[in-house]
């Protein structure tokens, strides 16, 4: 059993910066593929950032490729996903997931099985 808790949402105007961070209990954390999602509002569950179990791989949804950073450490169970230059199109709920089967994340929603509960992001115009 993977629990997972994210940290770090809140509101911030546009252009400005955020930092999540998740951090993970139970299970081998050094050994699983990690992925951030989002969900707005009506909308699907979407892709965000995927980092490899020794964050020597990672990638990006095309919205945010340049404008956010993925990183791990493995030493202290978390994972952080550094949002800058952000957009009101960045406001969802921000989730991440632990994919147990693999060191090596998936855009796809299927893939995992253990989820955080979410935490809020609200940009401002």
């Known amino acids: 059993q993977v629990q997972l808790v994210e940290s770090g949402g809140g509101f911030v105007q546009a252009g400005g910066s955020l930092r999540l961070s998740c951090a993970a209990s139970g299970g081998t954390f050094s050994n699983y593929g990690m992925t951030w999602f989002r969900q707005a509002p009506g909308l699907e569950r979407e892709f965000v950032a995927t980092i490899s179990w020794n964050g020597g791989s990672t990638v990006f949804a095309d919205s945010v490729k340049g404008r956010f950073t993925i990183s791990r450490d493995n030493a202290k169970n978390t994972i952080s996903l550094g949002m800058n230059n952000m957009t009101p199109e960045d406001t969802a709920v921000y989730y991440c997931?632990?994919?147990?089967?693999?060191?090596?994340?998936?855009?796809?929603?299927?893939?995992?099985?253990?989820w955080g509960q979410g935490t809020q992001v609200t940009v401002a115009s």
């Open positions: 997931a632990a994919n147990v089967t693999s060191g090596y994340g998936s855009k796809f929603r299927g893939k995992y099985v253990y």
